[in-house]
């Protein structure tokens, strides 16, 4: 809880260096991402704040948050599940580039990647010639981690 407790006062001073405020249930909500380590949706966080953090936010606040902090690039949003991640480079001061998650389709566990910016241009140039213009090159891979593989083979 300690490194979680000093992630977030690293994202306070980034947002008040930005001009931006890191208010109490924005806290509690980038909190219970980070704690729980697992993707959640807005009605999960509601029901984690307040198991976990003993903390009642309705979920139209938690939607609020959320579009904060994915603005803020400090969460984001699983498309095909409809939930959402701490970013795992909360603690970087740079550009976080586009993200490209693996997704366990047994467990749900993520791991979040950045795309190489040559193969971003690439997407785009592809997108261009078919007729098309991306929106958000996120991609999102269906996958299954080494531990719920070797689950299967051992069963």
């Known amino acids: 809880m300690q490194d979680i407790e000093?992630?977030?006062k690293h994202?306070?001073?980034s947002c008040k260096h930005r001009g931006k405020q890191l208010t109490t249930k924005r806290k509690i909500v980038l909190r219970a991402l980070i704690h729980s380590n697992k993707a959640l949706s807005a009605y999960e966080?509601?029901?984690?704040?307040?198991?976990?953090?003993?903390?009642n936010?309705?979920?139209m606040t938690i939607y609020r948050v959320l579009d904060f902090l994915e603005s803020?690039?400090?969460a984001h949003k699983i498309k095909v599940s409809n939930k959402y991640v701490a970013c795992s480079h909360i603690q970087c001061d740079h550009d976080h580039g586009v993200a490209q998650f693996l997704i366990c389709s047994?467990?749900?566990?993520?791991s979040e990647q950045t795309i190489d910016p040559e193969i971003v241009?690439?997407?785009h140039a592809n997108a261009r010639q078919e007729g098309f213009t991306?929106?958000?090159?996120?991609?999102e891979i269906s996958c299954v981690c080494d531990e719920c593989a070797k689950k299967e083979s051992d069963s």
């Open 11 to 13: 994202v306070e001073q």
């Open 121 to 123: 241009s690439g997407l």
């Open 106 to 110: 047994k467990c749900n566990k993520i």
């Open 57 to 59: 936010i309705q979920a």
């Open 45 to 55: 966080l509601v029901d984690y704040c307040k198991e976990h953090f003993d903390a």
């Open 6 to 8: 000093a992630t977030i």
């Open 134 to 139: 991306v929106i958000n090159p996120q991609l």
């Open 72 to 74: 803020e690039q400090l």
